[in-house]
């Protein structure tokens, strides 16, 4: 079992930087893969960020150069660092984790681009 909780989402201009946390309720290590999605209203839920625990990070094109994802593993936390904010940014960001062929997900964190 895996248990995902974000933070750090709110109201930003564009433009404007915010980092989102997600606290993992074990070792980072042996999870297969961790990720971070968004859910904008009206649409699908789709990838931002993934880390494979033997690969590299992929980013979708839309955040490339803009958003980072890392991880503390002391702190069983992993971020998501996004700068330069669009308006098509706003969205419910989630935190995901793959372990055992499970998903996980946790409940989500708001991020608003408005001016």
């Known amino acids: 079992q895996v248990q995902l909780v974000e933070s750090g989402g709110g109201l930003v201009q564009p433009g404007e930087s915010l980092r989102l946390s997600c606290a993992v309720s074990?070792?980072?290590?042996?999870?297969?893969?961790m990720g971070w999605y968004r859910q904008a209203p009206g649409k699908q839920r789709e990838m931002v960020a993934m880390?494979?625990?033997?690969?590299?990070?992929i980013y979708a094109d839309s955040v490339k150069g803009r958003f980072t994802m890392s991880r503390d593993n002391v702190k069983n936390t992993v971020y998501l660092e996004m700068n330069s904010l669009k308006f098509e940014d706003t969205a419910v960001y989630f935190c995901?984790?793959?372990?055992?062929?499970?998903?996980?997900w946790g409940q989500g964190t708001q991020v608003t681009v408005s001016s």
């Open positions: 074990r070792s980072l290590f042996g999870i297969e893969t």
């Open positions: 880390s494979k625990r033997y690969g590299s990070r």
């Open positions: 995901y984790a793959e372990l055992q062929q499970t998903n996980y």
